[in-house]
Nanobody, 119 residues
Framework: QVQLVESGGGLVQPGGSLRLSCTAS????????MGWYRQAPGKERELVAH???????NYADSVKGRFTISRDNAKNTVYLQMNSLKPEDTAVYYC?????????????WGRGTQVTVSS
């Protein structure tokens, strides 16, 4: 069984920083793309950033230059370093991992971690 465990959310003032992490636990799987999505109240879930197995990255325009996604394949972990945070970054952030497990390839989601940017 595969589980994704997220950590690192919280309350931060505008201009501050947070680092999110997400680790996939389990055994006998291959990880492909890893990413972060977010959903603000009353809005649809949107892609924040993702990183391929080869290290290629893609970012939403709204976070380019402020957020950095990275991965540690040995630890099955993806990170999101968020700098210069703005109130509009407030949302629940979800980890998403595309992986192969038990004979099939699927997307797996974390439960989400709240990020609140407020003074």
């Amino acid at each position: 069984q595969v589980q994704l465990v997220e950590s690192g959310g919280g309350l931060v003032q505008p201009g501050g920083s947070l680092r999110l992490s997400c680790t996939a636990s389990g055994s006998f799987f291959i990880i492909y793309t890893m990413g972060w999505y977010r959903q603000a109240p009353g809005k649809e879930r949107e892609l924040v950033a993702h990183i391929s197995s080869g290290g290629n990255t893609n970012y939403a325009d709204s976070v380019k230059g402020r957020f950095t996604i990275s991965r540690d394949n040995a630890k099955n972990t993806v990170y999101l370093q968020m700098n210069s945070l703005k109130p509009e970054d407030t949302a629940v952030y979800y980890c998403n991992i595309d992986l192969y497990y038990s004979g099939r390839r699927d997307d797996y989601w974390g439960r989400g971690t709240q990020v609140t940017v407020s003074s």
